[in-house]
Each structure stands twice: as structure tokens, then as C-alpha cells.
């Protein structure tokens, strides 16, 4: 089984756009019509769709520690710093987590990049 990932809305459209030339299954907020939606919600959509959540955005990261403490159960969430990695570098490790990694090894956790 492959990954589905749920793009946030910082997430830069050449990192979606280089996704979806690789094949992955990818959906963004915004197409989703959750552009203004508070992180919460996000990652509530995010899971309510069986999707891992991928941000740029630190906030998230938050979010996911307070429900990993809290015991609430969501998909996942993959962050990579927006001056830490190259698009190029961000594109090739999801791919390799979508099409390697199954969903049970990313629920309820924060995965950071680069690999």
C-alpha cells in the first residue's frame, strides 16, 4: 500500500507539482477548499481522509506533539524546514516514503526531513 499525502498550505506548488509527475497521490488544502483552516482542522482532514499531513510550517509540529501526549490518534505529519531542504530533496523523500513506507508506520508520528 502506498502513502496519500495532504499538502498544507505553506507548501511550496513545485513540491506537489514534482509529486504528482512521480506518481504520488497527493491533495492540497487548498483543492480541498481548506486554505484558511486552522492547523487543527487540517490535521483533522488530513486523517478524516486516511492522508499524512506534510508541512512547512512549524505550528504543526506543536499539534502533533500535543496529540501524540495526549494519546489522539492522526495519520501523521512529515515537516521539513523551508530553508533546510531543497524542493528537489524534499520531492525525492516523499516519494520514497509514499511509495515505500505503509500507514501504520507513520500514524501518530512527526517525521522530519531530509532523510
Known amino acids: 500500500m502506498t502513502i496519500a499525502l495532504y499538502m498544507d498550505v505553506h507548501v511550496h506548488r513545485a513540491i506537489t507539482t514534482g509529486l504528482r509527475l ?5 491533495l492540497t488544502a487548498q483543492e480541498d477548499g481548506y486554505r484558511t483552516a486552522p ?3 487540517l490535521l483533522d ?7 499524512v499531513l506534510f508541512s ?5 509540529l506543536a499539534e502533533g506533539k500535543l496529540r501524540q501526549t ?7 505529519v512529515i515537516y521539513a524546514h523551508q530553508l533546510r531542504i531543497t524542493i528537489g530533496r524534499c520531492v525525492n523523500d516523499l516519494e520514497l ?3 515505500v513506507a505503509e500507514p501504520e508506520e507513520l500514524a501518530n508520528r512527526v517525521e522530519y526531513l531530509p532523510l
Open 22 to 26: 512521480r506518481g504520488v497521490d497527493v
Open 39 to 41: 492547523d487543527t482542522v
Open 45 to 51: 482532514r488530513a486523517t478524516e481522509l486516511g492522508r
Open 56 to 60: 512547512q510550517d512549524e505550528d504543526l
Open 70 to 76: 495526549h494519546g489522539m490518534s492522526f495519520t501523521g
Open 97 to 99: 516514503i509514499a511509495k
